[in-house]
T-cell receptor, first 115, second 112 residues
Framework: NAGVTQTPKFQVLKTGQSMTLQCAQD?????MYWYRQDPGMGLRLIYY???????DKGEVPNGYNVSRLNKREFSLRLESAAPSQTSVYFC??????????????FGEGSRLTVL | KNQVEQSPQSLIILEGKNCTLQ??????????LRWYKQDTGRGPVSLTI???SENTKSNGRYTATLDADTKQSSLHITASQLSDSASYIC???????????WGAGTKLIIKP
């Protein structure tokens, strides 16, 4: 099973350029997430989608947009990249669990550098 | 403010030795606590999920404990192996909207 697949794995952008990070999951999960991970900090939630057709802001949404294209795919777009967006980006999907115990499954990460 | 603090920041031990990683949290209302393992250059992988009523949970050589009264958790690794070298992240889930508060992680290095 592929699980959660992210593309691209590496990207270098110049300030002001735009790009889209792609994420797809094959586990039939309803919920999907985009996080960023910076050195010395915990993962921070950018956006999430509780189900197909819905998206919500997380902790650090500024400078990003998302699209839940269908149940499998959840993309993250940087409209005008800034050096502060240099980070490792992780997509995750969540299984259904009793109460709030659904398991998170992560992709391999996309390493973005903005010059 | 909801926070998760982990200690130590980094740890080096010899292969075969045991170690314990600590997690303190100030998250309310508490839903559950998770431990993740993150290998360098990879995404986090879940080790355990513990709810309020669970004090101990094991996953192979990994044993997590939870004291909801003192808001502390620990992850004990027994008979460490080189493949245990990774960052270990404590994550606390608050209430029912699936808000997760992530710790910064403990970087564990196992030396032969």
């Amino acid at each position: 099973n592929a699980g959660v697949t992210q593309t691209p794995k590496f990207q270098v952008l110049k300030t002001g350029q735009s790009m889209t990070l792609q994420c797809a999951q094959d586990m039939n999960h309803n919920s999907m997430y985009w996080y960023r991970q910076d050195p010395g900090m915990g993962l921070r939630l950018i956006y999430y989608s509780a189900s197909e057709g819905t998206t919500d802001k997380g902790e650090v949404p500024n400078g990003y947009n998302v699209s839940r294209l269908n149940k499998r795919e959840f993309s993250l777009r940087l409209e005008s990249a800034a050096p502060s967006q240099t980070s490792v980006y992780f997509c995750a999907s969540r299984s259904t669990g009793s109460g709030n115990t659904g398991e998170l499954f992560f992709g391999e990460g996309s390493r973005l550098t903005v010059l | 403010k909801n926070q998760v603090e982990q200690s130590p920041q980094s740890l080096i031990i010899l292969e075969g030795k045991n170690c314990t990683l600590q997690c303190n949290y100030t998250v309310s209302p508490f839903s559950n606590l998770r431990w993740y393992k993150q290998d360098t250059g990879r995404g986090p992988v879940s080790l355990t999920i513990m709810t309020f009523s669970e004090n101990t949970k094991s996953n192979g050589r990994y044993t997590a404990t939870l004291d909801a009264d003192t808001k502390q958790s620990s992850l004990h690794i027994t008979a460490s192996q080189l493949s245990d070298s990774a960052s270990y992240i404590c994550v606390v889930s608050a209430d029912s909207n699936y808000q997760l508060i992530w710790g910064a992680g403990t970087k564990l290095i196992i030396k032969p």
